[in-house]
């Protein structure tokens, strides 16, 4: 079995050969996939009016943070939606390209499921299709780790590919690295674990110019 410390130093190293091209190639994708932007839109629309009752408690506005940013276009995307963001990546070349094309955001080098944030500090938190290269066994580190890093009540946002509820999680050869396709009730059960509850759901089938794997997004928020 591949250790964690294996998994993200292959994983990184990956990204770094390819940072440049995947950045280019990922450049304009938003553009191309309304049904992903409706989801982003759906949770940024609920960790703004999350965030309007906590300061009308009182408190203070927390920040939203990518985990796995890449060459940090959602992170961008995000921003463009109201929320003040962040992003994290295992790559040191995918850092190094968003802090050059986003130089007016926060870029950082971590893992998702060792973050140097401190507990009950974010909003909000998006895994866009970071979560597939991780094995089976290394998932419920990840969602315990985003539950560490929210406040209750955050909302947290994963895209990812989708096998079918009934199908085995299933491996894939990815363009960069292994990756993992999951049964959307699987994932909702480890997140479930982990202290959240689904908020929502979206699947969709893959255009003609995509891998043919249905794509799969989940809100859920953090219960507590």
Known sequence: MTRPSDYRTTTAAAYDSVAELYAEMARDELSTVP??????????????SFQAERKQSGGEAGLVAEL??????????????GLDTFGIDLSPVMIDLATKTYPDLRFEVGSMDDLDIPDASLDGAVAWYSIIHAPADELPRFFAEFS???VPGGYLLLG???????NPIT???HRVTTAYAWPIGELVDLAGEAGFAEVGRMTREPNDDER????????MRLTG
Request: net charge positive; with cysteine.
């Open 35 to 48: 049904f992903e932007r409706s989801m982003i839109s759906v949770f940024a629309e609920f960790t703004r």
């Open 68 to 81: 796995g940013c890449g060459p940090g276009r959602v992170t961008a995307h995000l921003r463009d939606l």
């Open 148 to 150: 560490r890093v929210l």
């Open 160 to 166: 990812f590919f989708e096998a079918g509820d009934g």
């Open 171 to 173: 491996p894939f050869d």
């Open 212 to 219: 043919r794997l249905r794509r799969g997004h989940l809100l």
